[in-house]
């Protein structure tokens, strides 16, 4: 252990010194860097170490994969091609997605591909190669994806567990596993404050990635019993895999706070750019991508079993680039499969004020369908800067709000609400469950609204946001508008606390983790140096 926290120490600064753009030409010793050696037990975790997470998920997994079959023979290598030209060509339209299709037919063509596809798609191979290219179709694309991926996972995944390749792999993971502390990362400026601490602007010392740390104060969580929702909130930003929401990268602790770094988001919350720029509410084409990029999120949520419950524009941020992603999971719960949530009678359950779905107002049962009501109300406040049964700022008791909610029509006098924004909202807003958009076993995605939407590229991030923050503008309300944090009572941590503290504290999140690696350069940095010196070794396991 001494050894190891010695290496990943020396390899700290050693990065430290040459992952900044510029020191990343300056010619380095590169030969002196050296990626920890990996323990021989239980390195994988619980991730596993099936095909699809080893070589599909993990992007460090990927790359390394993709250089294996690169380097193998030509068979495989045109197997990574071809999959990499399926990757390019369901993100294009038109005539680039023309284009990438005759590229695609091209390498399924080549001998060193055909050998393996007609073994693994058999009769349907013989078809495809007689078909001329118009009758190519996404069937057809989606058939030969899936023998290439068969053929994979046989013979070339096993040699690949034995190569050089796959040792740095796991050199990699072990990398991955080093402690996280606030030595780790720089410290700016503060963002917001929640409830527990401050969200501060923080970058990752030796990538120079940066994210927001949302702080929670340990002693502030257990006077408010909070530690159950705060692993809450971590465990589904942990689990969400999608540009949509706010993605968890490192969970660590210090002496005083539990620490959570996420997704940067510099261009401010809806709610800020319905209110607080001028002209209230935000134009149409906006509106649109942005309902498009949430409702994605919200499908991305209820596909993992988890219910949002605090859908509303304040808790919808945009990054520097115009792109949006929900955040705050605090009061999310994951459903067990076709469970819905009981309410105690008596109590009025989780959620928004003006944003609550008749079905909790009525304290019934519930499910996913209270999200796609406040998805509802969401837009109609991006149009009109009001909700639907709430003016802004209206002094009104929620009671009020509750009997507009479950008896009044929604009603659209503001000028700018066009057909299709009417006719979705109103389908949000249906009062009865089985009536409402997004609850009937139908996608959203397919209204009329989103007619200008390609969710494909959307989902790939290849849509242009049609509004880009500019980078010297603060989106938030002044510091001072920040109530500050009252004083805590001492309240003494014992052991459990400790424990609960030990275990929330999990480190890096692989996935993220190495798409930082990628995306700085440290992955190309280290690895091609490395990468020669160990192949030329013969590898032990
Ligand atoms: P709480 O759950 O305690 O309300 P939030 O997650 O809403 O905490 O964070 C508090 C505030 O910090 C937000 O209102 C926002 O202004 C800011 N904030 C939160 N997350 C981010 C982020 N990822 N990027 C930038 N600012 C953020
Ligand atoms: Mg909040
Ligand atoms: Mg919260």
Redesign the pocket.
């Known amino acids: 252990m001494g050894t190891l926290q010695g290496e990943l120490m020396y390899l700290n600064n050693l990065v430290v010194n040459t992952t900044y753009p510029g020191a990343q030409q300056a010619g380095t010793s590169r030969s002196s860097m050296s990626l920890p050696r990996p323990k021989s037990s239980g390195l994988l975790g619980s991730e596993g170490s099936c095909y699809e997470s080893l070589c599909e998920q993990q992007p460090i997994g990927r790359r390394l994969f993709r250089q294996f079959l690169l380097d193998s023979n030509s068979q495989y290598a045109a197997a990574a091609k071809l999959l990499e030209d399926f990757d390019y060509w369901q993100h294009m339209e038109d005539e680039a997605k023309e284009k990438a299709k005759m590229s695609v037919l091209a390498k399924f063509c080549q001998p060193e591909s055909r050998t393996f596809l007609f073994s693994h798609a058999g009769d349907a191979a013989e078809k495809y190669t007689s078909l001329s290219i118009s009758n190519f179709d996404e069937a057809a694309m989606e058939h030969v994806r899936e023998a290439t991926r068969t053929f994979l996972k046989g013979g070339p995944f096993s040699e690949y567990l034995k190569s050089p390749f796959f040792y740095r792999f796991l050199q990699w993971k072990e990398y991955e596993k080093q402690k996280i502390t606030r030595k780790y990362f720089y410290e700016f400026r503060t ?9 501060c ?1 923080v970058q990752v010392k030796h990538t120079g990635q940066m ?2 740390c ?1 702080k929670l104060d340990k002693r502030r969580l257990k006077t408010k019993g909070g530690e159950r929702l705060a692993l809450i ?1 971590k465990q589904i930003l942990e689990k969400a895999n999608s540009r949509f929401v ?1 993605n968890l990268a490192y969970a660590y602790e210090d002496r005083t706070h539990l620490c959570l770094v ?5 261009g ?2 809806l709610k800020f750019h319905i209110y607080d720029l001028g002209k209230r509410g935000i134009r149409m084409e906006r509106v649109v991508y942005y309902v498009a990029q949430i409702t994605s999120g919200i499908l991305h949520l209820h596909s993992m079993d988890i219910v949002y419950r605090d859908m509303k524009p ?2 919808v ?1 945009l990054d520097a680039k115009g792109q949006c ?1 929900l ?4 009061l999310a719960v994951e459903l067990p499969k076709g469970k819905k949530i009981c309410q105690k009678k008596g109590y009025i359950g989780a959620g928004t004020t003006g944003y609550m779905a008749p079905e909790i107002l009525r304290q019934e049962n519930y499910g996913m369908s209270v999200d796609w009501w406040s998805v509802g109300c969401s837009i109609y406040e991006m149009v009109a800067a009001r909700l639907p049964f709430k003016d802004f700022k209206e002094k009104v008791q929620n009671e009020e709000v509750t009997r507009r909610t479950l008896e009044d029509d929604c009603k659209f006098q503001h000028s700018d609400f066009d057909a299709p924004v009417k006719d979705l909202i109103s389908h949000f807003l249906k009062k009865k469950v089985q009536n409402r958009l997004g609850c009937r076993g139908d996608d959203p995605r397919n209204h009329v609204f989103f007619k200008g939407i390609n969710f494909h590229r959307l989902e790939a991030g290849l849509a242009e946001p049609p509004w880009v923050p500019k980078p010297n503008v603060i989106y ?1 309300k002044d510091m001072d508008a920040f109530r500050t944090a009252s004083e805590v009572e001492d309240v003494k941590l014992d052991s459990k606390d400790e424990r609960f503290f030990k275990e929330f504290s999990t480190g890096a999140v692989p996935v993220r983790w190495q798409k930082e690696m990628i995306e700085s350069g440290t992955f190309d940095l280290l690895n091609s140096s490395e990468l020669n010196a160990s192949c030329q070794e013969s590898v032990c396991f």
């Open positions: 963002l917001g404050r929640g409830g527990f601490g401050e969200v602007a994210y927001a949302k909130e706010i996420i997704d940067l988001m510099s401010g919350d304040e808790n941020l992603r955040s705050d999971f605090g938030a």
